[in-house]
């Protein structure tokens, strides 16, 4: 019995992810804006973030820890490095950084 329960957990989340994978698929392709796009990104990035959470969860292991800190990483640096270009596009100089050599 708990098996069947486990199993229909399993198969109700990869579904879930799944329909949100694509989702958000649509809205990095379709988003009007360079905005919308990047959140979508962000998401599809989140949701690969989870899919890693729950294998690991699955197979009570570890060993992927290193990659979903690499995932949240380049998530983080990508919103950044397009926040800035959005914010250059529209004719607003970015402040410097306290400290830095500009």
């Known amino acids: 019995m708990?098996?069947?329960?486990a199993m229909?957990?399993?198969?109700?989340?990869?579904?879930?992810f799944a329909v949100t994978a694509v989702?958000?698929?649509?809205?990095?392709?379709f988003g009007p804006t360079i905005l919308d796009?990047?959140?979508a990104s962000d998401v599809l990035v989140t949701t690969l973030m989870l899919v890693v959470g729950t294998e690991m969860v699955i197979n009570?292991?570890?060993t992927t820890i290193g990659l979903m800190?690499?995932?949240?990483?380049t998530s983080v640096l990508a919103t950044i490095m397009v926040a800035i270009y959005?914010?250059?596009r529209q004719g607003r100089a970015v402040p410097p950084v306290e400290g830095s050599y500009e």
Do not use: D, P, Q, S
Request: charged share 20%; no cysteine.
């Open 69 to 73: 800190v690499l995932l949240a990483a």
């Open 60 to 62: 009570k292991h570890t």
């Open 37 to 39: 796009r990047m959140v």
């Open 23 to 29: 989702l958000a698929l649509i809205r990095v392709i």
């Open 8 to 16: 229909w957990i399993t198969v109700v989340a990869g579904a879930g």
């Open 2 to 5: 708990a098996e069947t329960i």
């Open 86 to 88: 959005v914010r250059r």
